[in-house]
């Protein structure tokens, strides 16, 4: 069983940068980050294989938000730039243990979360 551990949100005004970090405790293969606003659904906002650094991003958070993984030290980062309000959730960090990992996009394609990080966007 491989744990998740986030860390990196907070409060921040519009416009301003945050980033999350999650820390795994053994090997996995694709990562994600997943957000989820009071009263509704958790979205995919980004993924990213276990090779190549192959990547895929929400439409939402594209040009504003970078996902990279350190292989090494087993661990996923989110750099969030220009932050908007529409931004503000709990932000999930999600890893697969199952190969290949070509689908990225649902929960269902996740083995393992983190206990999620409260990140709020203040206009």
């Known amino acids: 069983q491989v744990q998740l551990v986030e860390s990196g949100g907070g409060l921040v005004q519009a416009g301003g940068s945050l980033r999350l970090s999650c820390a795994a405790s053994?090997?996995?293969?694709?990562m994600g980050w997943f957000r989820q606003a009071p009263g509704k659904e958790r979205d995919f906002v980004t993924a990213?294989?276990?090779?190549?650094?192959?990547?895929e991003y929400a439409d939402s958070v594209k040009g504003r938000f970078t996902i990279s993984r350190d292989n090494a030290k087993n661990t996923m980062y989110l750099q969030m730039n220009n932050l908007k309000p529409e931004d503000t959730a709990v932000y999930y960090c999600?890893?697969?243990?199952?190969?290949?990992?070509?689908?990225?996009?649902?929960?269902?394609?996740?083995?393992?979360w983190g206990q999620g990080t409260q990140v709020t966007v203040s206009s």
């Open positions: 990213i294989r276990s090779t190549g650094g192959n990547t």
């Open positions: 999600a890893a697969s243990g199952r190969w290949p990992d070509y689908r990225v996009w649902s929960p269902r394609d996740y083995d393992y």
């Open positions: 053994g090997r996995t293969y694709a």
